[in-house]
T-cell receptor
Framework: NAGVMQNPRHLVRRRGQEARLRCSPMKGHSHVYWYRQLPEEGLKFMVYLQKENIIDESGMPKERFSAEFPKEGPSILRIQQVVRGDSAAYFC????????????FGQGTRLTVV | DQQVKQNSPSLSVQEGRISILNCDYT??????FLWYKKYPAEGPTFLISISSIKDKNEDGRFTVFLNKSAKHLSLHIVPSQPGDSAVYFCAASEAQNNNDMRFGAGTRLTVKP
């Protein structure tokens, strides 16, 4: 039973390029969270999705960032026109539907903008 | 807005002693609380949780206490071991809000041999 899979583990982008981060949830999980961890900081909530629906995107920057979780395939966090300040570790977590359930995290994608 | 707060960025404890990590929250609608442990270059891993209907949950060396009136929870590790050295994140979720989950900023625990 594979856990939450994130790829790539490391991603280097030049300023102005696009970054696509993928997250495949655990089998049977229908909900995905994305968190960002800046160097020396904690986990900052970005977005919470279920398949084909964004539940809460209150943590997403208003511009350049978008997320989706299609009916088929992984969840994608997309960052357009990356800037140096986007360099961070991006973690995805998945959970099944229902109350009192823990979320399981992937290994993260470390994005470096040069 | 920071709904879950861990006010101590770091904690250092001697091996064999008790480690107490604290967490405060502001949203009274949170009804499920979790602790995660994170090593460098890895994703957080689930450690222990507690429902709002309880005030204590114990799992081996780890015990979580919940004080709903104070909106405070704590994680006790006893006895502490050097392998416990990691960053510990407190998290809270709200069932009525689709289990939307928020994390604290983390506390870095160092257990000295």
């Amino acid at each position: 039973n594979a856990g939450v899979m994130q790829n790539p583990r490391h991603l280097v982008r030049r300023r102005g390029q696009e970054a696509r981060l993928r997250c495949s949830p655990m089998k049977g999980h229908s909900h995905v969270y994305w968190y960002r961890q800046l160097p020396e900081e904690g986990l900052k909530f970005m977005v919470y999705l279920q398949k084909e629906n964004i539940i809460d995107e209150s943590g997403m920057p208003k511009e350049r960032f978008s997320a989706e979780f299609p009916k088929e395939g992984p969840s994608i966090l997309r960052i357009q026109q990356v800037v140096r300040g986007d360099s961070a570790a991006y973690f995805c977590a998945s959970t099944s539907w229902g109350s009192n359930t823990e979320a399981f995290f992937g290994q993260g994608t470390r994005l470096t903008v040069v | 807005d920071q709904q879950v707060k861990q006010n101590s960025p770091s904690l250092s404890v001697q091996e064999g002693r008790i480690s107490i990590l604290n967490c405060d929250y502001t949203n009274s609608m949170f009804d499920y609380f979790l602790w995660y442990k994170k090593y460098p270059a890895e994703g957080p891993t689930f450690l222990i949780s507690i429902s709002s209907i309880k005030d204590k949950n114990e799992d081996g060396r780890f015990t979580v206490f919940l004080n709903k009136s104070a909106k405070h929870l704590s994680l006790h590790i006893v006895p502490s071991q050097p392998g416990d050295s990691a960053v510990y994140f407190c998290a809270a979720s709200e069932a009525q809000n689709n289990n939307d989950m928020r994390f604290g900023a983390g506390t870095r625990l160092t257990v000295k041999p």
